[in-house]
């Protein structure tokens, strides 16, 4: 086997036993880069020379003595809207194709931090707006499955490079599904830590009440590994949560004997692709076999997740996004005359047309005299929908349903049509607007293409999420499959 | 004729808050740094970054509210007010809304001999922007550039809203002159209006006296000073009389005062009035205000100006004029107090301080604070009970004594100016003077006892003013009556 099939916690066994050298890794994963890349387009930036010279320094530093960690060595991905000091930060968008932030993100940071070689930054949805990635004013990035295929999005890029073996490890963030969705569209492993888990600090805003950071890896347990270190209060992020993080190694449990698992029948019925619904009982079917007792439940208030997401996403987005307006960095119109016209031509030339969808939508939601029918209204529904998640978890452990309620799509299939693009987000979005945990894991695969499976907790539950997920994988062989590139 | 009307008025003032640090990063609120210093990726809108609130800024909001016997909220939220401007970095200024800290206050006034009790509607915090530097205009119209300078971008504002229940230009004034004075005491805010810490915008309309609904208002901007806003508010009365009186209808707009003119001018209608978009601030999470963190914020408020007054009456025996003067300035005040602890004479010490020390004061563009400490004023003025120097003298050595920082009994016996006390010596000017003027003695001895006042100029000018005219008077009586 090559170094780049292995996850991160294999590598770490070698790196700990001196079987090999963060160099020996970073060059395998460089040539695995310039092998497929070309095929696939996951990355916005690639970071090859520091991440060799950053190897080296690492392995100065192992044959120092130095202490280690679980990501020492271990290459990272990181989506493009986080920011890296001094390292181009574009959003995947025209308006931010010079900026060059002077500060990191938080969670960069402390990969960074605990040893982590960033390789490069990875393809999205401009502003992380969008189910596909084709949102990227730069580039398409392919499903390694099906290159015809879209990788899901907003974290395209990142979920991608982990399927194409790219890279070991990546960071997503999530909106309404940007991290699980993409993760089940490539067949690999995303969660979305509760909102508060995990700093903002550094994330380029696009729905502040419901951004949240969350590893896209190759299976779970790597995926708790990274939660060991980047989740935590941030002093720097206001809505962070001090609660104590645990080693979520330790729920690595694999034994689901006697936990309560609730099926939503809203999101296995209408609307649902059969051979997707089939995977997703089947799963249920294992998780059964493996001691769970399951449940179907009703939880009516799902169907309003999609527009309450729209009206109240969208509000913040239309705020967030105004500081780009050619003054101070970024994009600035050269066609301007006076400050207005620098203001549209800027942000004319700069956004493509979701982001301008968007900003006119949630412009619109927060106007004098629809405030109330619309934003405060998406706030009062979105308070149902919590409290309904908080009834389910007041007698569930975990909720499952499929991530998404189709496979990847063709490439251009769903461009014209915004909402269908936006429904094909239903079962992921609730979980953003509760504040809730979700992760999405491979439990199957429809015409060649991976399915799905999310599995939803209560807030600062991840343990039981990994618990469920962790011993899901050790019963099934879907985390192994790999595309063949 | 002009109609009688009756005018309305409610101001908002804008008060810089004296903290060392910005409300949402740690940067520098240092006035008049190099432009673009104090800043950082959070204050200038840097993608990404998320603000954290200076719990500091809360305190000083919750103690103006307190000091102006408002309601401290339970829960406060914070709002983004969206519009964009060069100033703004990111193009919305994080601002209160709907849950302010603290609503349904009060601040007493005297108008016309009696207090009258203006309404605050809310005291709510707020980021200030940046500033524009323009070059080739006035302003971005026309100009050939345009800088930002972020350093005051962030810095912390609270702004304080009162009730239209403001009925004349003078009380506007009153009404500024008494918030400001409280804001100095609690030491929130610096009060400096020539700078801009502290800022004021008044809505103001007319109504037919004895009609319940308010007009139509215009805001009035652009007063930087307490006689700006006397001298704005009564031309802007004058101008809606006049409109109202030839029967036109006021126009609700902005309206720039303009010190040349000392009218109003025009700036935008309300046509052109933004939706601010406002809606709860995501980034930051509601502010809880639990009985104890008031009552802790309870306990550093000190007496504030009109209690002070009050006390000073009371205590030290002074008029309410007096008073007044001296709690009018929280400095002073103190000056005061700390004098009368040295030497019992509050009234010679107010006599002191509301004359030479405020005519020295304002001669030389200075504070009380930065004048010597109270034990060089009690020096003097015993030096003063003792006969030591005179009155004349006194006003000298204070301001030698404060222009150069000299001890004051240095200054007094350096200069020789000691006063002539001793009899003998004084007997021997006298025997001079009266013989010097034979003729005037022999009036005084034939009954023109006016002439004693002769005698004693005659023996200031022989000693060069520093003859005690007590002991010279005695001596002159005894004197001329041999």
Known sequence: MELF???????????????????????????????????????LLVNLDEAINRAREIDDQIADGREITLLTGIPVMIKDNMCTRGMLTTCASKI???????????????????????????????????????????????????????????????????????????????T??????PASFCGVVGLKPTYGRVSRYGLIAFASSLDQIGPITKDVTDSAIMM??????DKKDSTSVDVPVPDYRKSLINDVKGLKIAVVKELIGKGIDEKVKKC???????????????????????????????LVATAEASSNLERYDGVKYGLRSGSAEDLLSMYYNTRREGFGP??????????????????????????KVRTLIKNEFDRAFSKFDAIISPTSPTVAFKIGEKVNDPLSMYLSDIATIPV??????????????????????????????????FRVAFTFEQNTEWHKKRPAL | MSGNYEVVIGLEVHAQLLTESKIFCDCSTKFGAAPNTNICPVCTGQPGVLPVLNKKVVDFAIKTGLALNAKIAERSVFARKNYFYPDLPKNYQVSQYDLPIATKGFLDIVSEGTVKKIGITRVHLEEDAGKLVHRGAAGLRGSTSSSVDFNRTGVPLMEIVSEPDIRSPEDAKTYMEELRKILVYLGVCDGNMEEGSLRCDANISLRPAGQKEFGTKTEVKNMNSFKAVQKALAAEVKRQTQVLDEGGRIVQETRLFDEASGGTISMRSKEEAHDYRYFPEPDLVPIEIDRKWIEDIRKTITELPQEKKLRF????????????????????????????????????????LIGDASAYCNENKKNVSDLFPPSGLIEIIRQVKKGTISRKTAKEVFIEANNTGKNVNDIISESGATQISGEEELLLVISEVLAKNPKQVAEYKAGKVQLAAFFVGQVMKATKGRANPEVVNRLLMGGLMQ
């Open chain 1, 5 to 43: 099939e292995l996850s991160a916690h294999e590598l770490h066994a070698k790196i700990e036993k001196k079987e090999v050298s963060v160099s020996d890794i970073v060059k395998s994963v460089i040539d695995r880069i310039n092998k497929v890349e070309k095929r696939i387009s996951s990355f």
């Open chain 1, 96 to 174: 931010l194709m010079n900026y060059i932030p002077p500060y990191s993100a938080t969670v960069v940071e402390k990969v960074l931090q605990a040893g982590a070689i960033p390789i490069g930054k990875a393809n999205m949805d401009e502003f992380a707006m969008g189910s596909s990635t084709e949102n990227s004013a730069y580039k398409k990035t392919r499903n390694p499955w099906e290159l015809n295929s879209v990788p899901g999005g907003s974290s395209g890029g990142s979920a991608a490079c982990i399927a194409a073996q790219e890279s070991i490890l990546a960071l997503g963030s999530d």
């Open chain 1, 176 to 181: 309404g599904g940007s991290i699980r969705q």
């Open chain 1, 228 to 233: 060991n270190f980047i989740a935590g209060h």
């Open chain 1, 280 to 310: 997703v009982l089947d799963a249920v079917a294992t998780l059964k076999r493996l001691g769970a007792h399951v449940e179907e439940i009703s939880m009516p208030s799902l169907e309003y997740g999609v527009p309450t997401y729209y």
């Open chain 1, 354 to 379: 979701e982001v301008k969808r968007r900003i006119m939508l949630g412009t619109y939601a927060l106007s004098a005299g629809y405030y109330d029918a619309y934003y405060l209204k998406a706030q």
């Open chain 1, 432 to 465: 953003n607007l509760a504040g809730i945990p979700a992760i999405s894991i491979p439990c199957g695969f429809v015409d060649n293409l991976p399915v799905g499976l999310q599995i939803m907790g209560k807030a600062f539950a991840e343990e039981m999420l």
């Open chain 2, 313 to 352: 009456m009371k205590q030290f025996g002074l008029s309410d004029a007096d008073a007044a003067i001296l709690t009018d300035d929280k400095d002073m005040a103190d000056y005061f107090e700390d004098s009368v602890k040295l030497l019992n004479e509050p009234k010679e010490i107010s006599n002191w």
